[in-house]
């Protein structure tokens, strides 16, 4: 079963438009982490923000921003004010505790974004 | 400092060769993964060390598919008698302990079957 839905499989904006990216999870686990990575062209995943289930804080880091609702099972990211270097390949992930300290994580399909100017 | 990287970046092969992707992690770094990324798709898990030990292979699609990491840093994955099917980027990631959640990701071997 699919453990991480990203529902949009591609998003097409103009620059400085805001952009809202869904991502719904599934887990038995109350403990668990879940995080989002960005991958540009040149293929390298980037690391950009992980939450863990204990903390439904949103948060903001500059232009981009998080919104964790365990209600819904859903970490949505926004991208603010667009610009064209944010155009990419943007997946969420969950990581459950296996044994032994296994932090695997579960991606979803991705959501390609393409920012134009 | 450096970050993971990987060898080589690209590996075109002929259908039912022997292929060796190699993982070299942040220094220090204890817990290894690899993972597979089909074209279009996120990556997928395929095994995980800590130390020098496979804690889990859950992910290794069948038999052909083998990985080692003999002193607990360099990690090599290895795959026999490959098939057209294997065609994906091969992403290393490394963490400081098994228990620190973040994982930093080497840029891949792109392998291509032909």
Redesign the interface.
Same mark, same amino acid.
């Given at each position: 079963a699919q453990k991480?839905t990203q529902a949009q499989t591609e998003i097409s904006v103009v620059e400085k438009e805001d952009v809202t990216l869904d991502c719904v999870y599934e887990t038995r686990d109350t403990t668990y982490?879940l995080f989002w990575?960005k991958q540009p062209p040149? #293929?390298?995943?980037v *690391?950009l923000i992980?939450r863990?289930s204990f903390d439904e804080q949103n948060e903001i880091s500059g232009r981009y921003s998080w919104n964790f609702q365990k209600s819904t099972s859903s970490f949505n990211f926004t991208i603010t004010a667009s610009q064209v270097v944010d155009s990419a390949v943007y *997946?969420c %992930?969950l990581?459950e505790l #296996?044994?032994?300290?296994?932090?695997?994580?579960?991606?979803? %399909? #991705?959501t390609t974004v393409t920012v134009r100017a | 400092g450096a970050g993971v990287s990987q060898t080589p970046s690209n590996k075109v092969t002929e259908k039912g060769k022997y292929v060796e992707l190699r993982c070299d992690p942040i220094s220090g770094h204890t817990?290894l +993964?690899w +993972?597979r990324q089909s074209l279009?798709? #996120?990556?997928?898990?395929l095994i995980?060390f800590?130390g020098t030990g496979a %804690?889990?292979d859950s992910?290794l699609p069948n038999d052909r598919f083998f990985a080692v990491r003999p002193e607990g840093s360099v990690s090599t994955l290895k795959i026999q008698r490959t098939e057209r099917g294997d065609s994906a980027?091969y992403?290393c %990631?490394s963490?400081l302990? @098994? @228990?620190?959640?973040?994982? *930093? *990701? @080497?840029?891949?071997t792109r392998l291509t079957v032909l």
């Amino acid at each position: 079963a699919q453990k991480v839905t990203q529902a949009q499989t591609e998003i097409s904006v103009v620059e400085k438009e805001d952009v809202t990216l869904d991502c719904v999870y599934e887990t038995r686990d109350t403990t668990y982490y879940l995080f989002w990575y960005k991958q540009p062209p040149s #293929g390298e995943l980037v *690391f950009l923000i992980r939450r863990n289930s204990f903390d439904e804080q949103n948060e903001i880091s500059g232009r981009y921003s998080w919104n964790f609702q365990k209600s819904t099972s859903s970490f949505n990211f926004t991208i603010t004010a667009s610009q064209v270097v944010d155009s990419a390949v943007y *997946f969420c %992930a969950l990581s459950e505790l #296996g044994g032994e300290d296994d932090y695997k994580l579960s991606f979803g %399909a #991705g959501t390609t974004v393409t920012v134009r100017a | 400092g450096a970050g993971v990287s990987q060898t080589p970046s690209n590996k075109v092969t002929e259908k039912g060769k022997y292929v060796e992707l190699r993982c070299d992690p942040i220094s220090g770094h204890t817990a290894l +993964y690899w +993972y597979r990324q089909s074209l279009g798709q #996120g990556p997928e898990f395929l095994i995980y060390f800590q130390g020098t030990g496979a %804690a889990d292979d859950s992910g290794l699609p069948n038999d052909r598919f083998f990985a080692v990491r003999p002193e607990g840093s360099v990690s090599t994955l290895k795959i026999q008698r490959t098939e057209r099917g294997d065609s994906a980027v091969y992403l290393c %990631a490394s963490s400081l302990l @098994g @228990g620190e959640i973040e994982q *930093f *990701f @080497g840029p891949g071997t792109r392998l291509t079957v032909l």
